[in-house]
């Protein structure tokens, strides 16, 4: 396969006469672990995140950018430029010990960028399966990776349910207690670029912790928020800045080595907040795993080499599958055509149009018995079929209040099931539309099926005991599927 790869790069390279390293930027890809749409300051003004908003400020802010609703979903579109349900993991995110991964015929976007003279890096968080070493960052395409494998785990014990999960590349890292992870994964992103070799590109995936549950940040960062009431939140506000602080630090260590100009910044969130922990996307609906916008129209954008318009917003539709394309695009390359993202590298970076009119937000037949669980957007439209997941509400931050009225958030089950709303004028989606646009519904409905005939089951089996980590050591390894 890799050599599949190679020969249709170098073809490639040759017609297009672009391979050479001069004009390939470096490029940084950073993804947010459940943050809000009202979590960062480009578009909330009282979260402190100056390095961050500053990328966003003098590049492209996407305004209409989707991904999953939950991280395993997301994370195999970044990684593939495929949806989830074509790859089996379309349900949920991978529990600890389900004995999955993503298919291994599925081609990475590190694997492409190998072919085009990248050396490629991972740090951070993984979760797209580990029970074979096959399924592990380093056998996926990178050259080196710093990390853990599983969804989340403590911020400064790097333990899940009190079994480590950290790694360099293959090795258990046993001596990190303590440090919080948004410092060493930083460092570990500042000694890559200290230490490259200049003559050839570096693609990072950078996929941080932060800000994920557990609540964790240290004192300084939360003191940062005095006027925010709520414990929770105000801790989740300064992890947000601590991760908006390594964002700096790998920012200035790239003007240190004089690259910053010859590279290319993506950032994005996975998912929507996680309301329950303190996340917020308000004004958007809804929230993590929900099909709302609040779950899935997330806080992105670009910076950097190559993108000749900046210092505006982008309205262009974006989807998570096309990540993989627009990124081969601007280091030269092409991926299969048979993906479904599609390249946005000439829209974003002059300012033109999407060349995407619609998308699938998930399908997913298991999730719910009766009714499945998708919606899809074509046009100005979006159709929701299902359940739309946990939280169905439109919430403010919990910034003035001590506790957590966990009751409000819960979906209201007696709602109908079908939703059709016109997202150029209801970006809030306050206006059911489905009974006065039968024919919409259908039409929607009609291309959702076509979809449908290229989705595979969800493969969400049992949680395998041949996982403990009692079996490898104490900590979570792969050797059991
Ligand atoms: C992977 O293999 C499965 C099963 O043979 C096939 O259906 C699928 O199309 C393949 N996917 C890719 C991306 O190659
Ligand atoms: C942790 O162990 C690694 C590998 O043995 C070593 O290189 C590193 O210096 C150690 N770090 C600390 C803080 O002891
Ligand atoms: C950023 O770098 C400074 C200076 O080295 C360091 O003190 C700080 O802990 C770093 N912050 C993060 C979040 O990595
Ligand atoms: C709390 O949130 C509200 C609504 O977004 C906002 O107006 C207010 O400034 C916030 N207060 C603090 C202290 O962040
Ligand atoms: C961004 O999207 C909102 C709808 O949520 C819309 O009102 C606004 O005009 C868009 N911004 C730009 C610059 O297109
Ligand atoms: C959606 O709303 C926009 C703005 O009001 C309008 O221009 C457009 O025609 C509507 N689209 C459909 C399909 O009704």
Redesign the pocket.
Known sequence: MESTISVAVIVLCVSVGVCSSGSQPNIIFIVADDLGW?DVGFH?P?MITPNIDALADSGVIFNQSYVLPVCSPSRTAFMTGIYPFKAGTQHFVIWKAQPVCVPLNFTFLPQYLKALGYSTHAIGKWHLGFCNWNCTPTFRGFDTYFGYYQAFEDYYTHEMDGYLDYRDNTDVVRNATGEYSAFRFAREAVDIINNHDKSKPFFMYLPFQSVHAPIEVPQQYEDM?P??VNIGRRKFCGMVTALDEAVGNITRALQGQDVFDNTLIFFTADNGAELVQYGNN?PLRGGKHTLWEGGTRAVAFAHGAGITRTGYTYNGMFHAVDYVPTILAAAGGKPDASIDGVSQWDSIRMGLPSKRTEFIYNLDDFFYPVTGHAAIRVGDMKLVDGYPGLYDNWY??M??TEDTPLEDFIFDQRHEMVWLFNLTADPLEKYNLASQMPGVVETLRARMLEYKKQMVPANFPREDPKGDPTNFGGAWTPGWC
């Open positions: 009202n909330n009282t928020y006027d925010v308000w403010l931050p910034n003035d």
